[in-house]
């Protein structure tokens, strides 16, 4: 029978006036075997831990359920500690400490030290384990996520509650000013306008939107205009809480709605512990119009304006936004919101032109229409000097016209002001990469990449990937692509792009495979058609290319003039093929092209079109015209790694002066250039664990 004894009449370990009484203390821990249990005990702890916070969220379990086995488990902890320093614990039971310190040796057990050394082990890798799978991973994401996630909203569209459904932009406008209002706070993550757009009248829960969003918190309201009164209801929800943690009714008149919004943009902003400066401040309290009338017209002209980017009927949407925006104007013709509206929707036409592949139209519309843009863009910031959107319009017409220094200014001008500008990142990329900064590049596409969700993320996945195969990261362009064709749901551009890296890459027969793809999925469509030529024209079999260039350029004559890229292509196959006459007469449009718009500036013109020109002089013998292209290729932006490999054997066009010494010079100044900005983009990633 074991006996309970009191500690008093321990031996004066801790009394000793002893110079090793560390030591001794110590030694008297192992000797009652405490830091045997301290080791198994904390082991343990871990692993219930662990299972604790697996099972307490699958289990709908309530959050303090977690911080309650924490404080059982400490309590566990000292009762532990006391008890292992009372008793001598073994592994076959446990004695107790006479008043002589003697073991009762009636009840003395035989130690068994091994079995005791190896759970001691196996604790200690076990909590060393924990720690490193679990405890500085977390400690690493919630130094990543403390600014990300913790100051991260999402505004979902509001709920009209008007009978009328012609009045769901009301309830838009609203929710779209409160989300404004919030973006340009610069402390917050504000999620885009175009990324909520999926959740309206969903069943999703708001956990499930806020890990799809990657955002703390979701806003979510409901708006009702009747006469001149207006009700808004919202509340500010934290992901893991279907209940709020702020709401408010707000009975205001209509006229009032403009300090509504910024009084709740102000107030969830203090409920996310955001610091909102005083230029901030300004911003959001500003107050747009006197006319109620002139922003009624500007809520349904900005809604048309964003339904065209939704269901990308383009022609009809933009024209009635248009139309809303100049009736906005009659009413208030001090109104620059309106302004910046309309050049927005003038760029936006011309940009559409362009993806679409009519460059020609593109062209035309940029010569007569752009000029217009960016006067819409001045009027606007000379009525209201702290418009991002007017500044990032101004920025890409800058782009346009090849002033990128000045481009970019423009560009961070307006994200000074909205630093939530998505769009603005996405320009700002474009001017950097053209600039030749592609790490700079790189930050703002991801960070663009992190404010949207749906289509213009599969954009911005597009031009991630464009970004890493030009400067030459074959491992990323994969992740990209993928990305792009799950968002986007493109399979064709998906197949043509693959097509591109395995003509790069000199794996003919696979891209000729991808252009099957792409051609099988829609015979019809431009670039499917090119990209068949493309694949077959590199692979060496002209005759079966022929057929698809053929196609490709008898839809694009437009009033005699051929003004589209890959005429040097389709002027080298009908050489090839024997028709030589025909084969000069698309050189001669080429090389008059490329002039054009190196003329212009353009911004094929500033880089593209002089590698073009310069593979037609030196396919037709004119060497001196070739390298003096070739020359200011150098002083250009376009080193990337698909230029150099078509300079290095992949285009036929050079083969006839490829292996000359002022040649390979110029080629080798191209490849220093590129090889030092593939090594800068390189460590970035490597310092953001990205590679």
């Given at each position: 029978m074991i006996t309970k004894v009191t500690c008093i009449n321990k031996p004066s370990t801790l009394m000793s006036s002893n110079p090793n009484k560390v030591s001794q203390f110590w030694q008297e821990l192992k000797h009652r075997n405490v830091v045997r249990v301290i080791s198994v005990y904390a082991a343990a702890a871990f692993v219930i831990l662990e299972l604790t916070d697996i099972v307490v969220p699958s289990l709908g379990l309530p959050e303090w359920s977690l911080n309650f086995i924490i404080i059982l488990l400490c309590v566990g902890f000292i009762i532990s500690v006391i008890l292992s320093w009372i008793y001598d614990f073994h592994p076959e039971g446990g004695l107790?400490?006479?008043?002589?310190?003697?073991?009762?040796?009636?009840?003395?057990?035989?130690?068994?030290?091994?079995?005791?050394?190896?759970?001691?082990?196996?604790?200690?890798?076990?909590?060393?384990?924990?720690?490193?799978?679990?405890?500085?991973?977390?400690?690493?994401?919630?130094?990543?996520?403390?600014?990300?996630?913790?100051?991260?909203?999402?505004?979902?569209?509001?709920?009209?509650?008007?009978?009328?459904?012609?009045?769901?932009?009301?309830?838009?406008?609203?929710?779209?000013?409160?989300?404004?209002?919030?973006?340009?706070?610069?402390?917050?993550?504000?999620?885009?306008?175009?990324?909520?757009?999926?959740?309206?009248?969903?069943?999703?829960?708001?956990?499930?939107?806020?890990?799809?969003?990657?955002?703390?918190?979701?806003?979510?309201?409901?708006?009702?205009?009747?006469?001149?009164?207006?009700?808004?209801?919202?509340?500010?929800?934290?992901?893991?809480?279907?209940?709020?943690?702020?709401?408010?009714?707000?009975?205001?008149?209509?006229?009032?709605?403009?300090?509504?919004?910024?009084?709740?943009?102000?107030?969830?902003?203090?409920?996310?512990?955001?610091?909102?400066?005083?230029?901030?401040?300004?911003?959001?309290?500003?107050?747009?119009?006197?006319?109620?009338?002139?922003?009624?017209?500007?809520?349904?002209?900005?809604?048309?304006?964003?339904?065209?980017?939704?269901?990308?009927?383009?022609?009809?949407?933009?024209?009635?936004?248009?139309?809303?925006?100049?009736?906005?104007?009659?009413?208030?013709?001090?109104?620059?919101?309106?302004?910046?509206?309309?050049?927005?929707?003038?760029?936006?036409?011309?940009?559409?032109?362009?993806?679409?592949?009519?460059?020609?139209?593109?062209?035309?519309?940029?010569?007569?229409?752009?000029?217009?843009?960016?006067?819409?863009?001045?009027?606007?910031?000379?009525?209201?000097?702290?418009?991002?959107?007017?500044?990032?319009?101004?920025?890409?017409?800058?782009?346009?016209?090849?002033?990128?220094?000045?481009?970019?200014?423009?560009?961070?001008?307006?994200?000074?002001?909205?630093?939530?500008?998505?769009?603005?990142?996405?320009?700002?990329?474009?001017?950097?990469?053209?600039?030749?900064?592609?790490?700079?590049?790189?930050?703002?596409?991801?960070?663009?990449?992190?404010?949207?969700?749906?289509?213009?993320?599969?954009?911005i996945s597009a031009a991630l990937f464009s970004t890493y195969w030009e400067i030459g990261f074959p491992e990323l362009i994969d992740k990209y692509l993928k990305e792009y064709l799950s968002v986007v749901g493109d399979s064709i551009t998906y197949n043509v792009f693959m097509c591109l890296v395995e003509i790069q890459k000199g794996n003919q027969e696979r891209s000729i495979e991808y252009a099957k793809i792409a051609y099988g999925i829609d015979s019809t469509d431009t670039n499917a058609i090119l990209y068949m030529g493309s694949a077959h024209l590199y692979s060496k079999m002209y005759d079966q290319a022929y057929p698809y260039y053929s196609r490709y350029f008898s839809g694009l004559v437009s009033s005699g003039d051929l003004d589209v890229n890959d005429m040097n292509r389709m002027g080298y196959l009908l050489w090839m093929i024997g028709e030589k006459e025909q084969a000069r007469y698309y050189f001669r449009e080429m090389i008059r092209h490329c002039k054009r718009h190196i003329g212009m500036n353009s911004i094929y013109g500033r880089m593209a079109a002089r590698f073009d020109i310069a593979g037609v002089y030196a396919f037709q013998g004119e060497n001196d015209s070739a390298y003096h292209y070739l020359e200011e290729l150098t002083r250009t932006n376009w080193q990337t790694s698909y230029s150099l490999a078509m300079l290095n054997g992949l285009d036929p066009l050079f083969e006839p002066i490829r292996q000359e010494e002022r040649f390979r010079q110029l080629v080798r100044k191209m490849e220093t250039k590129y090889q030092t900005e593939h090594e800068r983009v390189r460590q970035w990633l490597e310092e953001n664990d990205m590679l």
């Open positions: 107790v400490e006479t008043d002589a310190g003697q073991k009762d040796k009636a009840e003395k057990i035989p130690k068994s030290s091994d079995s005791w050394k190896i759970a001691s082990y196996i604790s200690f890798v076990v909590i060393a384990g924990l720690i490193v799978l679990n405890i500085i991973p977390r400690i690493n994401q919630d130094a990543g996520k403390e600014e990300s996630a913790e100051k991260s909203i999402a505004v979902i569209p509001f709920t009209s509650l008007s009978d009328d459904l012609d009045k769901q932009y009301l309830a838009d406008g609203v929710m779209d000013a409160i989300l404004l209002h919030l973006s340009k706070i610069k402390d917050l993550r504000v999620m885009s306008r175009t990324s909520v757009e999926q959740y309206r009248k969903t069943e999703k829960t708001t956990t499930a939107i806020c890990e799809e969003l990657d955002v703390a918190y979701l806003l979510e309201g409901s708006f009702q205009k009747y006469g001149d009164q207006a009700r808004l209801i919202v509340q500010l929800i934290r992901s893991g809480k279907e209940d709020h943690v702020w709401a408010s009714q707000y009975d205001r008149d209509w006229k009032d709605i403009f300090s509504v919004q910024s009084e709740v943009a102000q107030t969830i902003a203090t409920e996310l512990s955001a610091v909102i400066t005083p230029e901030e401040k300004a911003l959001i309290e500003k107050v747009p119009t006197s006319s109620m009338t002139a922003y009624d017209y500007c809520l349904q002209g900005r809604e048309e304006y964003l339904k065209s980017l939704m269901t990308f009927e383009y022609g009809k949407t933009l024209e009635k936004a248009e139309f809303f925006f100049h009736k906005a104007l009659e009413c208030d013709p001090e109104f620059a919101i309106a302004y910046s509206w309309l050049a927005i929707i003038r760029y936006s036409k011309y940009s559409i032109l362009a993806l679409s592949g009519d460059q020609y139209a593109a062209d035309y519309f940029y010569s007569r229409n752009l000029d217009s843009m960016n006067m819409l863009a001045d009027k606007a910031i000379g009525l209201d000097d702290q418009l991002a959107d007017a500044y990032y319009v101004k920025g890409t017409y800058q782009q346009e016209r090849g002033k990128l220094i000045k481009a970019l200014e423009l560009m961070q001008h307006a994200l000074a002001i909205d630093p939530n500008h998505s769009m603005a990142m996405i320009g700002a990329a474009s001017v950097s990469a053209d600039l030749y900064d592609f790490v700079h590049a790189l930050e703002l596409l991801h960070k663009a990449s992190r404010l949207e969700h749906g289509y213009t993320k599969g954009l």
